[in-house]
């Protein structure tokens, strides 16, 4: 896996890219001198980091001197050494200033900015082994393309929870499923003390055609939600299922669709109210 230097203009989308492997996996650090790569990869090392992307731009102007020396003894140690130069036109990067009202760096007008950090990075934009122009990407769509060039693959998880409504809803769930429609084992009195982990009580959750139907239906719904998150960029997507005291029902539509649905790395994060009582 390549040591990656990220380097650019200010509002080309460096924060994106990092970002972007950080979330792929990399431990990443953001506006390092060019003479502290080498100690950063030392410690890299010794911490067995094997994913590692630091940023250096306009910001680090008092230390570029050093970027030749520091680039060609980095290179020498790491033959996967990467360097990622984003730019993109000035009209482009002007409006994108406009948007988020920040300081440029360099801190004269916008466009004489612009020009003279375009000659401060261009040692750095000449060592780049790859030059992406962000002028008419999105961010996802330079995600998807950092994403790509390395060969890296977006983690997507599906996250369960079961939970009862009389203890509320959780918070942190980005979508509330209501199950208490289906048959409740809490009204058999061999079933009540149990949870919907074991067969039985499921059997009995998921026991006429209408409980299976119900099932299948939310089941392509959760599937559908959680597919269209992942395709808008999300890297998790959380279910809250909720029946009354989320005992029976909830756990036992949560454990079968943890099953149903593994493609999506479906992992039950918690049965939260299953040990409270029975409902």
């Known amino acids: 896996m390549p040591f990656i230097v990220v380097s650019g203009l200010s509002g080309s989308g460096k924060s994106t890219v990092l970002r972007t492997l950080e979330d792929a996996g990399f431990f990443t650090t953001d506006n390092l001198p060019p003479e502290l790569w080498g100690a950063m990869h030392d410690l890299a090392e010794a911490r067995g980091l094997k994913r590692v992307a630091i940023s250096t731009d306009a910001r680090t102007r008092d230390f570029l001197g050093a970027l030749e020396s520091s680039y060609e003894r980095l290179s020498r140690r790491r033959e996967d050494l990467r360097v990622l130069f984003l730019e993109a036109t000035a009209d482009v990067l002007l409006k994108r200033y406009n948007l988020t009202r920040r300081e440029h ?3 004269d007008t916008l466009l004489v900015d612009f020009a003279r950090e375009r000659e401060l990075l261009a040692p750095l934009r000449s060592i780049a082994d790859t030059v992406i122009d962000t002028t008419d ?3 996802k769509e330079l995600s998807e393309r950092v994403l790509k060039l390395y060969r890296l693959e977006r983690d997507f998880h ?6 009862g409504f009389k ?16 048959p409740n084992p809490f009204y058999d ?7 919907g982990l074991e067969k039985d009580v499921a059997d009995y959750v998921f026991q006429n055609e209408d409980a299976q139907e119900f099932y299948a239906e939310l089941r392509g719904f959760v599937r559908t939600a959680a597919e269209r998150a992942r395709a808008s960029g999300r890297h998790g997507y959380t279910v809250g299922i909720g029946c009354t005291g989320g005992q029976h029902r909830a756990v036992a539509v949560t454990d079968r669709l943890a099953g149903d649905l593994k493609d999506l790395n479906v992992e039950v994060a918690d049965h939260r109210d299953m040990k409270l009582e029975a409902g």
């Open 105 to 107: 760096p360099l801190g």
């Open 158 to 163: 599906l996250r369960l929870v079961s939970f």
């Open 137 to 139: 990407l999105s961010a």
């Open 167 to 182: 203890h509320s809803p959780p918070r942190d769930v980005d979508l509330v499923l209501d199950v208490r429609t289906l």
């Open 189 to 195: 009195p061999e079933l009540r003390p149990r949870t």
